[in-house]
Structures are given as structure tokens and as C-alpha cells.
T-cell receptor, first 112, second 113 residues
Framework: DMKVTQMPRYLIKRMGENVLLECGQD?????MYWYRQDPGLGLQLIYI???????SEGDIPKGYRVSRKKREHFSLILDSAKTNQTSVYFC???????????FGEGTRLSVL | GDSVIQMQGQVTLSENDFLFINCTYS??????LFWYVQYSGEGPQLLLQVTTANNKGSSRGFEATYDKGTTSFHLQKTSVQEIDSAVYYCAMRDVDSNYQLIWGSGTKLIIKP
């Protein structure tokens, strides 16, 4: 079953804490993405990964970093989270970068 | 630069009404165009895509025609149902943007029972 899995689905953190959002896919897709979604702003690309250790900044990378050490896993890290990083984060993957991405269910992050 | 415009932030219809969601795009290239649908509490999912100009995409009763002349990719459905309530995103992918998806701002469809 083709699926992108995000963990955790819900997370509450305090300002200044570190946050790790994990994403996995079992389709051997080359390209993986991290987006955030805020009301009225739609989907904004944070980072894109073209394969293991081949990551590029998206439109809003500030305050985030990513790690992709295995093709099937793509992590989003917030070092010292800020309240304005409260959002819903979506991971997605596609076989190649010119194909439509398949999205996960999202992680709802609250930074208090 | 490249852009995708969805002017309608929200559309409210009754069951069996005709749906029309506006989407226009701007690019100098030859993009692939997409419609994604996002149900409440879920991630966006691909509804349909069209790669070639003047072609039509269709899925689950929804249709969209890639009109290069008017640079539009409007989404239509003849008769909406309550289960169609969702947010609909138009998106574009072009080699000029290194194939990164450029998203519209989304249109929330509310179907009154």
C-alpha cells in the first residue's frame, strides 16, 4: 500500500525546545518534501530532498533543518522552537522530482 | 515569476449544484497542471493532472481543461455532493522552477445539505 507515514501526528512543545518530525515512505521514492500549512497561506515548501544527503532549501527554510540519511526517511528538525512555528507540517514524496507528490496525514505542532 | 492564482477563497453550494473553481497560472514554460483535494484532517491528495496543453483531466466526476490560450485550469463538476466538501488546490510544475510545485492559495468548498 503506497503511503507516506508521519510521526507523531500531534505534538505540543514549549518555546526553546527541540522538535523532531519524522517521515517515512516504503515506495523507494527519490524525492521527499516538507511543507507547512497555515490558514490563509496554503502550502509552503520548507525543504526538498532529491535523494540521500541531497537537500535543498524551499521557500521558507529559516528556523528549520532536515536530514535524509536513508532514502525512505526524511526528518525535519526545529532547533529551539518558536511560537510562530506552530503549524501543520506535511511530508510528501514522489518517485522523481517531476512527478506529483503523495502526501502524508500531517503533524499538528503547537509551540507554547 | 511563475504563479498560480485562485481568486475564490470559499465557495458555498447546495447538493446537485454545478461547481466551478477558478484557477489561472503564469509561466513562460510548458507546465504540468494539477488539482489536489484536501479533506478535513487529512493531507492533500492528487485529484487530477494534465501535462499537455488543450487536454482535459478527469477524476471522480471532476474535470479540468488545460487551456494554454487563457492560461487557465478551472475545476468543474456537474453535480456536487456533500462528500465533496473540502479544500481544493490548483498547482503547477514547470522545468523553469526546477519542477517544484507552485501552489494556489486554495478554495474551500462548502456543500449545504
Amino acid at each position: 500500500d503506497m503511503k507516506v507515514t508521519q510521526m507523531p501526528r500531534y505534538l505540543i512543545k514549549r518555546m526553546g525546545e527541540n522538535v523532531l518530525l519524522e517521515c517515512g515512505q516504503d515506495m523507494s521514492h527519490e524525492t521527499m518534501y516538507w511543507y507547512r500549512q497555515d490558514p490563509g497561506l496554503g502550502l509552503q515548501l520548507i525543504y526538498i530532498s532529491y535523494d540521500v544527503d541531497s537537500n535543498s532549501e524551499g521557500d521558507i527554510p529559516k528556523g528549520y533543518r532536515v536530514s535524509r540519511k536513508k532514502r525512505e526517511h526524511f526528518s525535519l528538525i526545529l532547533d529551539s522552537a518558536k511560537t510562530n512555528q506552530t503549524s501543520v507540517y506535511f511530508c510528501a514524496s514522489s518517485r522523481h522530482n517531476n512527478q506529483a507528490p503523495l502526501f502524508g496525514e500531517g503533524t499538528r505542532l503547537s509551540v507554547l | 515569476g511563475d504563479s498560480v492564482i485562485q481568486m475564490q477563497g470559499q465557495v458555498t453550494l447546495s447538493e446537485n449544484d454545478f461547481l466551478f473553481i477558478n484557477c489561472t497560472y503564469s509561466t513562460t514554460g510548458y507546465p504540468t497542471l494539477f488539482w489536489y483535494v484536501q479533506y478535513s484532517g487529512e493531507g492533500p491528495q492528487l485529484l487530477l493532472q494534465v501535462t499537455t496543453a488543450n487536454n482535459k483531466g478527469s477524476s471522480r466526476g471532476f474535470e479540468a481543461t488545460y487551456d494554454k490560450g487563457t492560461t487557465s485550469f478551472h475545476l468543474q463538476k456537474t453535480s456536487v455532493q456533500e462528500i465533496d466538501s473540502a479544500v481544493y488546490y490548483c498547482a503547477m510544475r514547470d522545468v523553469d522552477s526546477n519542477y517544484q510545485l507552485i501552489w494556489g492559495s486554495g478554495t474551500k468548498l462548502i456543500i449545504k445539505p
